[in-house]
Nanobody, 112 residues
Framework: QVQLVESGGGLVQAGGSLRLSCAAS?????MGWYRQAPGKQRELVAV???????NYADSVKGRFTISRDNDKNTVYLQMNSLKPEDTAVYYC?????????WGQGTQVTVSS
């Protein structure tokens, strides 16, 4: 069983920045972030493989950066130039041995 512990959400004004962190209880090949806004489906934000290959949603390209520290089993999401439409609960995601794991979610609120 994989445990994921998230931190770093909060309230920020439009144009501001936040950094999310997610620590896994063991080594994971694929980690990333999804988000879910009220009344909407959960959507991919960004994922990163252990070798550093990344994939981003079009809506965050150029503004968000995903990175990882394999020694700490931790993934980060640096979010810059935040927009009100980025407001959502952000969930850490991990995939290991064909199983998906989710963090508890952290709220990100961007005020206009």
């Amino acid at each position: 069983q994989v445990q994921l512990v998230e931190s770093g959400g909060g309230l920020v004004q439009a144009g501001g920045s936040l950094r999310l962190s997610c620590a896994a209880s063991l080594s994971i090949n694929t980690m990333g972030w999804y988000r879910q806004a009220p009344g909407k489906q959960r959507e991919l934000v960004a994922v990163i493989m252990s070798g550093g290959i990344t994939n981003y949603a079009d809506s965050v390209k150029g503004r968000f950066t995903i990175s990882r520290d394999n020694d700490k089993n931790t993934v980060y999401l640096q979010m810059n130039s935040l927009k009100p439409e980025d407001t959502a609960v952000y969930y850490c995601y991990a995939r290991r041995l064909f199983n998906n794991y989710w963090g508890q979610g952290t709220q990100v609120t961007v005020s206009s």
